[in-house]
């Protein structure tokens, strides 16, 4: 019974984030925002979970109050993303973006730090609790994309902050591993932090925050450059969270085959082809088949961190490794990701875009595994 409610906390949360992420690029456009008003949007919000992830993980790790801090943050952040339609122009809604990201970022670090305490011995089935997540954004998706293509891109935010509201409640039933004694919030980050295999590890993990920018963030306004409908938008997104299924339910097995470490580099290394892929792509029909690579590109690349983040988190140190991995992935990874590719779409087009982000991406997995072979770097 106790798998019920991490499950559905990520179902709910992945179907809010269906609702918006997707389609925030596409509402900024809608407001005659410039190409780098976009990039400074989408790559100088996502800074905000660098900082924010971190901290209130961290806090939590320190004070053990997981559940009132995860209760606050959850309700901040339905009620910011319900604000977004009715703000019109740049500042405010960088303001309130700020705002937003600075209390939704530590949401699915929590999540991932109850679920892998509340799996006990049986952690290597966290893909298929982490599935709950890909049923969600894959239905959300659907009608996301209807609403969006009837109402306007106004209904998206407000679907989404409902999502985010039901989240709280059933946050309440989550549980966590707590230690017999507290550590300080900077204490607990700087063993992390000095420790260089972590540093590798979270390198790759900005690569896949690179990733998940170009994928989450302008995947939908390429496809609208190429002269795609919004609502074959959301097929589109519906095949790319099909693909998950398979991955995240058989997920042990990919575990107890690669080990986290070298299953998390396979999945950068997918994402990589996956955006080259995208760059060359001749004709719209072929958009699907290359999204059933979506399976090995986040979602594996996600339970694979989360393991590894887990098996090698000191004591006591749970939340706040989850929290590093949080805010690389979609704090700086996606910030510097954003940033670029918003500039890149408006200059060179998506293809360009893509072509260079998935260079990018392949040449990380390079240097990373030649500075892992170095004695001293080597993994345990």
């Given at each position: 019974m106790k798998k019920v409610w991490p499950f559905s906390m990520n179902f709910l949360f992945f179907a809010s984030f269906a609702f918006i992420g997707p389609f925030t690029v596409l509402y900024y456009q809608s407001l005659g925002f410039s190409g780098a008003q976009i990039g400074v949007l989408i790559g100088l919000?996502?800074?905000?979970?660098?900082?924010?992830?971190?901290?209130?993980?961290?806090?939590?790790?320190?004070?053990?109050?997981?559940?009132?801090?995860?209760?606050?943050?959850?309700?901040?952040?339905?009620?910011?993303?319900?604000?977004?339609?009715?703000?019109?122009?740049?500042?405010?809604?960088?303001?309130?973006?700020?705002?937003?990201?600075?209390?939704?970022?530590?949401?699915?670090?929590?999540?991932?730090?109850?679920?892998?305490?509340?799996?006990?011995?049986?952690?290597?089935?966290?893909?298929?609790?982490?599935?709950?997540?890909t049923i969600g954004f894959g239905l959300a998706s659907l009608i996301a994309g209807t609403l969006v293509q009837s109402y306007g891109l106004k209904s998206a935010f407000w679907g989404s902050s409902l999502l985010i509201f039901l989240c709280l409640f059933v946050s309440q039933k989550l549980e966590y591993h707590e230690a017999q004694e507290k550590t300080s919030l900077r204490h607990g980050a700087r063993i992390l932090l000095q420790n260089r295999q972590w540093l590798l590890f979270l390198t790759m993990a900005f690569a896949g925050g690179l990733n998940l920018a170009a994928t989450n963030n302008y995947l939908l306004p390429y496809l609208k450059e190429l002269g795609m409908k919004e609502s074959i938008m959301g097929i589109v997104l519906m095949v790319g969270t099909l693909s998950e299924i398979p991955i995240l339910f058989f997920g042990n097995r990919l575990i107890k085959q690669f080990q986290p470490y070298k299953l998390f580099v396979l999945t950068i290394i997918f994402s990589g082809i996956r955006l080259l892929l995208f760059a060359i792509v001749p004709a719209l029909w072929l958009v699907f088949p290359i999204q059933l690579l979506n399976g090995m590109s986040y979602p594996a690349m996600w339970m694979a961190g989360v393991a590894y983040a887990d098996e090698n988190a000191p004591p006591g140190l749970h939340a706040t490794a989850q929290g590093l991995f949080g805010a690389t992935v979609s704090g700086i990874g996606t910030a510097v990701g954003g940033f670029f590719d918003g500039l890149m779409l408006e200059s060179i087009g998506g293809r360009g875009m893509y072509m260079v982000m998935g260079i990018i991406l392949l040449f990380i997995v390079g240097l990373v595994t030649l500075l892992g072979k170095r004695p001293s770097l080597q993994s345990q």
């Open positions: 919000t996502p800074l905000i979970t660098l900082l924010s992830a971190p901290l209130w993980t961290g806090l939590a790790d320190s004070t053990h109050q997981y559940r009132l801090i995860l209760s606050g943050v959850l309700l901040a952040g339905a009620v910011g993303v319900f604000g977004f339609p009715f703000l019109h122009t740049f500042v405010p809604i960088l303001l309130l973006a700020l705002f937003f990201n600075m209390f939704f970022s530590p949401i699915m670090s929590f999540t991932d730090s109850a679920t892998m305490f509340m799996l006990g011995e049986r952690k290597e089935l966290y893909g298929r609790i982490r599935v709950g997540g």
